[in-house]
């Protein structure tokens, strides 16, 4: 693991975004090559403000989109709320979750950025360099770039482009509805996390896998639901 996970609430503003230029090196852009079976959504519950995290991850067969396992965790943070640096808030307590999952999923998606970010290192991309894991994020606002509104149909996209470079995608989910924001994390190409999102998308705004994520995070702060990894015979969420 190549950060120091277990001091991220030591670290100054500037220490962090030295730590985030170093990963930023490492990421790989690569197409995917091997065929996905399962698929994980990951999401955090916390207030603006607090340290107490609320995390999870839900299992999905891909393309199928059921669920097939979830795990919870509770943990903290004293790392401050600073927009851009969100990672150093969420992913000690997401490193939990995924190493309670005993059958690792092939690729994990985050309700967060990938390379959508001002130095690239959103959560989904600072996850996968650590982890080795192959990620992406979908994001409900743009965190950085700019783009044209894609037209109004399912399915219609622009480039989010910064400096030059096209770091995402501004993606058309429903008719009519506002766009998420798409990039690659680590491990596949901008192309493959615009088709892996519209692939797990449904009847909802949000892919599946983290907008499943997401229920499962606010029944377990609701207490409905334990800590821990938990298999699921049969789909409970929908």
């Excluded at 669920?67 to 150093?88: D, E, H, M, R």
């Amino acid at each position: 693991m190549d950060a120091p996970m277990l001091n991220y609430g030591q670290l100054t503003i500037a220490e962090a975004t030295a730590l985030q230029q170093k990963l930023r090196t490492k990421v790989k852009l690569n197409p995917l090559t091997t065929p996905i079976s399962t698929i994980a959504g990951a999401d955090i519950s916390l207030s603006l403000y607090g340290e107490t995290v609320y995390a999870g991850m839900v299992v999905l067969s891909y393309p199928e989109m059921q669920p097939i396992g979830y795990s919870l965790v509770k943990s903290s943070t004293i790392f401050p709320y600073v927009p851009g640096y969100l990672a150093f808030r969420e992913i000690p307590a997401l490193l939990h979750v995924y190493e309670q999952i005993p059958v690792k999923p092939d690729v994990i998606m985050f309700d967060g950025n990938g390379i959508l970010h001002a130095r690239r290192m959103g959560i989904a991309t600072h996850f996968g360099i650590i982890t080795d894991t192959v990620t992406l994020g979908c994001a409900k606002k743009k965190l950085a770039g700019q783009y044209e509104e894609p037209g109004d149909s399912k399915g219609e996209f622009s480039p989010v482009n910064d400096h030059g470079d096209t770091i995402g995608f501004a993606l058309r989910t429903k008719d009519n509805v506002k766009p998420v924001f798409v990039s690659p994390g680590n491990g596949m190409s901008l192309e493959n996390s615009l088709d892996l999102i519209m692939q797990c998308v449904n009847k909802h705004r949000l892919p599946e896998p983290t907008r499943q994520a997401h229920e499962y995070v606010n029944l377990f702060r609701l207490g409905k639901l334990k800590e821990g990894y938990h298999p699921i015979s049969q789909p409970s969420l929908c």
